[in-house]
């Protein structure tokens, strides 16, 4: 029996050492809103006025250190961005706030930015194009991939100014 075609992943949430590190990283530079916040322990931050899209809480993790990279556990997070517009908005947001990027893709489907919140908790930032741009096989089947991002190309498109670069330091492909 299949899953009903409008269910949707509602929200996540993050267990995190510093919960003021954490909103500083969700709202200062990825832009969402502190919706409520239960003292030092935990945070509801959304998109829009929704309730909450992510919950960051210290529950069981106040002031502890990332899982080791070779153990189970999230491997990211998918932020799903309306427009390639707001994407590169995103884009210049996170360059102009120093965090690095661990890779950018062009799948077909979507475009994606990938890199790591202040806890080292995967941050997947992206936009899908189009249902009618999806690569197709030939018999109509789905065909995505993985190809270099344009992050120039990407920039080019967001509303916001342009962050102070010295010559040689702006963003590049990944």
Known sequence: M???REVRI?????????LDRALGFYCEVLGFELMQQWG????FIAAGGYHHHIGL?????LGGSPPPPDTT???????LYPTRAELAGALRRVLQAGVALDGAADHGVSEALYL??????GVELYWDRPVERWPRTADGRLAMY???LDLEGLLREARLPAPAESPGSGPRDL
């Open 116 to 121: 790591r919140d202040p806890d080292q908790n």
């Open 73 to 79: 556990g999230l491997y990211h997070l998918a932020i």
């Open 10 to 18: 509602g929200h996540v949430h993050l267990k995190v050492a510093d």
């Open 2 to 4: 299949a899953i009903h």
């Open 57 to 61: 809480n210290t529950w069981e993790s």
């Open 40 to 43: 030092s322990s935990a945070a």
């Open 146 to 148: 993985t190809r270099r």
